[in-house]
């Protein structure tokens, strides 16, 4: 009966010596004796010598076992390393300081991709502060072996958490494994970026020859003099930002201007006039109609709104650029200032929004990202550790993403 308890736990070097149950509680324990079959002592070094000195005797959690908790309870030795004088044996089944094994560890990471920390906490009987600890270090580990390699493009944004904190966030747009988010730091000055290119190392730094970003001077003047000759392509998105602001701008011209009767229209239909006409369905739709009805250059302006985007459909520049003077000739006497302001921030940066007729780069990828990101952070109510909150987001704009429980007890049984 014990041999088939040492088979199925399946560590090597140990059997199960005795099988204990006690209640907990309302939980059912199983506490597994386990002891040596050889007279062998590892090192963290490595070093392999037959005598120990007894430490202490240790507990920890396995996986849990049919309805009952586990543990296995074991004699952890000391040692005379010739290389690092007296040191704690290392175990293959345990980190040096955690109180689980590292089959369960692998289970909490596992978990923590798709639940709360605090649902793993009570799944598991482990308190949350252990949950964070297990998880920050595994994602550590992770985020330290990630390959690299193959990245030519990259994206950059920021995003603002809780007020003046800001954040920038880099993405690989064509690694190996699909866009995927590489690197979060803090700031988004030209020296905040510093860490990230020591980060990067040079040699990779040499490949990119594409990057995405909205025009901000930090991100492009760090960019321009770390990989000289980069072409850089501004997002879509924030161009469009810019414009929608411009329209709103529109809205609240007339709103000062308008009669009462119209005034009652256009209040309350910022939404609809920002929104995708696409996307304006049913009661909206006659709303926002009415309300074009009633002003001329709101009119006008939602209109050009929604033809911009065109400007991304093309794939040659001439093209482009012939749409791009109709569109701003169709603006000449209709006197919307805050247009005629955002016609100049694009014709400064029209080649960078051009760049996208030649290089189709996937631009959603990294507006996602930041949604993702907020997401991330409002499920967790605001983290208090920086360094963690960081590394989750990394983990779920990145393959590391995937949940996959059961590669748990193969990940570590050597
Ligand atoms: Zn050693």
Same mark, same amino acid.
Request: charged share 25%; net charge positive.
């Given at each position: 009966?014990?041999?088939?308890?040492?088979?199925?736990?399946?560590?090597?070097?140990?059997?199960?010596?005795?099988?204990?149950?006690?209640?907990?509680?309302?939980?059912?324990?199983?506490?597994?004796?386990?002891?040596?079959?050889?007279?062998?002592?590892?090192?963290?070094?490595?070093?392999?010598?037959?005598?120990?000195?007894?430490?202490?005797?240790?507990?920890?959690?396995?996986?849990?076992?049919?309805?009952?908790?586990?543990?296995?309870?074991?004699?952890?030795?000391?040692?005379?390393?010739?290389?690092?004088?007296?040191?704690?044996?290392?175990?293959?089944?345990?980190?040096?300081?955690?109180?689980?094994?590292?089959?369960?560890?692998?289970?909490?990471?596992?978990?923590?991709?798709?639940?709360?920390?605090?649902?793993?906490?009570?799944?598991?009987?482990?308190?949350?502060?252990?949950?964070?600890?297990?998880?920050?270090?595994?994602?550590?580990?992770?985020?330290?072996?990630?390959?690299?390699?193959?990245?030519?493009?990259?994206?950059?944004?920021?995003?603002?958490?809780?007020?003046?904190?800001?954040?920038?966030?880099?993405?690989?747009?064509?690694?190996?494994?699909?866009?995927?988010?590489?690197?979060?730091?803090?700031?988004?000055?030209?020296?905040?970026?510093?860490?990230?290119?020591?980060?990067?190392?040079?040699?990779?730094?040499?490949?990119?020859?594409?990057?995405?970003?909205?025009?901000?001077?930090?991100?492009?003047?760090?960019?321009?003099?770390?990989?000289?000759?980069?072409?850089?392509?501004?997002?879509?998105?924030?161009?469009?930002?810019?414009?929608?602001?411009?329209?709103?701008? !529109?809205?609240?011209? %007339? =709103?000062? +201007?308008? &009669?009462? $009767? /119209?005034?009652?229209?256009?209040?309350? @239909?910022?939404?609809?006039?920002?929104?995708?006409?696409?996307?304006?369905?049913?009661?909206?739709? !006659?709303?926002?109609? %009415? =309300?074009? +009805?009633? &002003?001329? $250059? /709101?009119?006008?302006?939602?209109?050009? @709104?929604?033809?911009?985007?065109?400007?991304?459909?093309?794939?040659?520049?001439?093209?482009?650029?012939?749409?791009?003077?109709?569109?701003?000739?169709?603006?000449?006497?209709?006197?919307?200032?805050?247009?005629?302001?955002?016609?100049?921030?694009?014709?400064?940066?029209?080649?960078?929004?051009?760049?996208?007729?030649?290089?189709?780069?996937?631009?959603?990828?990294?507006?996602?990202?930041?949604?993702?990101?907020?997401?991330?952070?409002?499920?967790?109510?605001?983290?208090?550790?920086?360094?963690?909150?960081?590394?989750?987001?990394?983990?779920?704009?990145?393959?590391?993403?995937?949940?996959?429980?059961?590669?748990?007890?193969?990940?570590?049984?050597?």
């Amino acid at each position: 009966m014990i041999d088939y308890f040492t088979r199925l736990l399946g560590i090597q070097g140990f059997v199960v010596d005795a099988v204990t149950q006690v209640k907990h509680g309302l939980f059912s324990c199983v506490i597994l004796d386990i002891k040596r079959v050889q007279q062998k002592f590892v090192c963290e070094c490595g070093h392999i010598s037959c005598e120990g000195i007894k430490y202490r005797e240790r507990k920890i959690q396995h996986l849990s076992f049919w309805q009952h908790r586990c543990y296995l309870r074991f004699m952890q030795f000391r040692i005379q390393c010739p290389r690092c004088g007296l040191k704690v044996e290392a175990l293959p089944f345990i980190h040096r300081y955690s109180r689980v094994s590292v089959m369960l560890g692998n289970l909490v990471y596992e978990l923590c991709k798709v639940m709360t920390n605090k649902s793993v906490g009570i799944f598991q009987g482990l308190d949350d502060g252990t949950i964070k600890a297990i998880d920050k270090d595994k994602l550590l580990e992770k985020q330290a072996n990630r390959s690299l390699d193959g990245i030519t493009a990259l994206g950059v944004d920021e995003i603002f958490v809780g007020g003046k904190n800001c954040l920038h966030m880099v993405s690989a747009l064509d690694g190996p494994r699909g866009p995927e988010l590489i690197y979060i730091g803090k700031g988004r000055k030209e020296k905040n970026l510093k860490k990230f290119w020591k980060w990067f190392g040079p040699k990779r730094t040499k490949l990119i020859t594409i990057a995405v970003m909205d025009m901000w001077k930090g991100f492009i003047n760090s960019f321009r003099t770390n990989c000289p000759g980069i072409v850089i392509l501004y997002d879509k998105f924030h161009v469009i930002t810019h414009l929608l602001d411009a329209l709103n701008k !529109v809205r609240q011209h %007339e =709103l000062r +201007c308008l &009669s009462k $009767r /119209l005034k009652g229209l256009l209040t309350g @239909k910022k939404f609809i006039l920002l929104s995708r006409l696409a996307h304006v369905r049913g009661n909206a739709r !006659v709303a926002l109609n %009415e =309300l074009l +009805c009633a &002003s001329p $250059r /709101l009119r006008k302006a939602h209109l050009l @709104k929604e033809s911009f985007s065109h400007l991304w459909s093309y794939k040659s520049k001439t093209c482009a650029k012939r749409f791009w003077r109709l569109w701003k000739d169709s603006l000449k006497w209709a006197r919307l200032e805050s247009y005629e302001r955002f016609v100049r921030m694009v014709d400064k940066h029209l080649d960078g929004i051009l760049a996208y007729c030649d290089h189709k780069l996937p631009l959603g990828f990294v507006e996602s990202t930041n949604l993702k990101a907020k997401n991330i952070i409002r499920r967790a109510y605001g983290y208090r550790d920086d360094e963690y909150m960081k590394l989750k987001i990394i983990q779920a704009c990145s393959s590391l993403r995937f949940f996959q429980p059961w590669t748990v007890a193969f990940n570590n049984s050597e």
